[in-house]
Nanobody
């Protein structure tokens, strides 16, 4: 089992920056994929960004490309999401996801490909 704990979500204003973190523990390995998804009220969960360890590849949703940066600290099994130029449309519950092994696009974008999930951290962007 893998446990995931997200942190860093809060209320910010449009244009602000915010950094989320996701700490993995338990039966983590050295070769895995981690991702951020988000879900706004009344909408489906959507892919935001992913990073694969053992290769360090990153992929982003078009809606956040150029504004968000995903990174990781492999030694601490922690993933980060640096979010800049936040918009009200970025308001959502942000989830961390984990899958053993390396995922490649387009499978990185599919929530069903990730076996482990955190509880989410709320990001609210006011206009």
């Amino acid at each position: 089992q893998v446990q995931l704990v997200e942190a860093g979500g809060r209320l910010v204003q449009a244009g602000d920056s915010l950094r989320l973190s996701c700490a993995a523990s338990g039966r983590t390995g050295s070769y895995y994929s981690m991702a951020w998804f988000r879900q706004a009220p009344g909408k489906e969960r959507e892919f935001v960004a992913t990073i694969t360890y053992g290769g360090g590849s990153t992929y982003y949703a078009d809606s956040v490309k150029g504004r968000f940066t995903v990174s990781g600290d492999n030694a601490r099994s922690t993933m980060y999401l640096q979010m800049n130029s936040l918009k009200p449309d970025d308001t959502a519950l942000y989830y961390c996801a984990y899958q053993i092994g390396r995922l490649s696009p387009p499978y990185t974008n599919y929530a069903m490909r990730y076996a482990y999930w955190g509880q989410g951290t709320q990001v609210t962007v006011s206009s």
